[in-house]
Structure formats: C-alpha cells, structure tokens
C-alpha cells in the first residue's frame, strides 16, 4: 500500500528565514505530486504540481519554489519567508487511477 | 477558472443524518472527491466518485452526484461526535488536478 511521509509536522519561523519542507512517497512509482496551502479561513490552494522528476508547474506567483530531485521524493522551499507564508500545508500524491493520499501537513508559522 | 463551492458550516445532533452539499462549474469534471480533516490533522480521503456514476455508498456514507447540476452531496447517516471535522468536496478533470471547495464544519453535538 502506499504512504507518504511529510516532514516536520510544525515548524515555527522569522520572517526573511529559509524553508524546507519534505514529502515522500513510497508504494508507488511516478506518481503525480503536490503541495497545497490551506490559510486560515480559506480553502486549499494548489501551489505546485510535478508530473515527473524535474518537473513543476507552480499554480501562483509567491516567494516559494518546488523541487523533486527523485521520482518520490517532493521539496517546498523558500529562500525568505513572509508572514503572509504561514499556514498549513499538505503534501499529495495520485495516480493516474484518481487514486491518491496527502501527507499529515506541516503548520507554518512565520513569526 | 473552476469553482467548487460549499457551505461553511453544519451542526447537527449525533444519531441524526448530516447532509454536505456541494457545487461545482467544471463540465468536464472527471471525479468528484470528498476529504475530511480532523482538527490538526491532515485531509483524509473518504471517497470518490466517477462522474459516470450517479450514487456510491460506502458504509455510513453516501455520495450522490447530480451531473446535469453538477451538485455533489455526501450523506453520513447515524453521525457520531468522531464525525465531527472539516469535509472539503474537490473535482478533478483529465488533468487529475482536484480543485477543492473552502470546506465545510460539520458539529455534532448530543
């Protein structure tokens, strides 16, 4: 069956400070992966999307980037954050067959 | 861009059946999800449905899809104190990319 970890579960940050946040999957091969933003009050936000190793689309513009350095394996990064950066934020996989999960989430918050 | 909206909040008493509505823009959606989110935890998927299917039931839970609408409701009958969370509807086209609604509380009180 297929698990994906997601790492750390909370994470407290100054603002102009570096992020990394890691997902990984295992189970499955290929797989589509994704991280998402849900800010308080609001819905989930698609902010990146990767079909393939080296491949991201990012959904919108911000100080954040995406990477996926092996097939199973999914970084969101920041160079800087912001206050406007904290949040909680979901790592997700699926697969061609609308199979899929999300990680356990990391909060955010940007200090 | 697509939409999928939801009302933000449901209270209803345990042992009685809870209704989460849904609608969405998106013709050519392919599957229709629900999520649920307990408090600090993250989104769990309860179910899905193609859109070729009009009714899935699952235990407690029963998904039914009005295409024509494009309305989504998820029934949960019985309801318990552990249903209460977060339930987010999300559709997905050929891209597999769901969009998801805000979400919807739902409170179970005795």
């Known amino acids: 069956s297929q698990t994906i970890h997601q790492w750390p579960a909370t994470l407290v940050q100054p603002v102009g400070s570096p992020l990394s946040l890691e997902c990984t999957v295992e189970?499955?091969?290929?797989?589509?992966l994704y991280w998402y933003r849900q800010a308080a009050g609001r819905g989930l936000q698609l902010l990146f999307y990767s079909i393939g190793i080296g491949q991201i689309s990012s959904e919108v513009p911000q100080n954040l980037s995406a990477s996926r350095p092996q097939d199973r394996q999914f970084i969101l990064s920041s160079k800087k954050l912001l206050l406007s950066d904290s949040g909680f934020y979901l790592c997700?996989?699926?697969?061609?067959?609308?199979?899929?999960?999300f990680g356990p989430g990391t909060r955010l918050t940007v200090t | 861009g697509e939409d999928v909206e939801q009302s933000l909040f449901l209270s209803v008493r345990e042992g009685d059946s809870s209704v989460i509505n849904c609608t969405y823009t998106d013709s050519s959606s392919t599957y229709l999800y629900w999520y649920k989110q307990e408090p600090g935890a993250g989104l769990q998927l309860l179910t899905y449905?193609?859109?070729?299917?009009d009714m899935k039931q699952d235990q407690r839970l029963t998904v039914l899809l009005n295409k024509k609408d494009k309305h989504l409701s998820l029934r949960i009958a019985d309801t318990q104190t552990g249903d209460s969370a977060i339930y987010f509807c999300a559709e997905s086209g050929g891209s597999y990319i769901p969009t998801f609604g805000r979400g919807t509380s739902l409170i179970v009180h005795p």
């Open positions: 189970g499955t091969s290929n797989p589509n």
């Open positions: 449905i193609f859109s070729n299917m």
């Open positions: 997700a996989w699926s697969s061609q067959q609308a199979t899929g999960g």
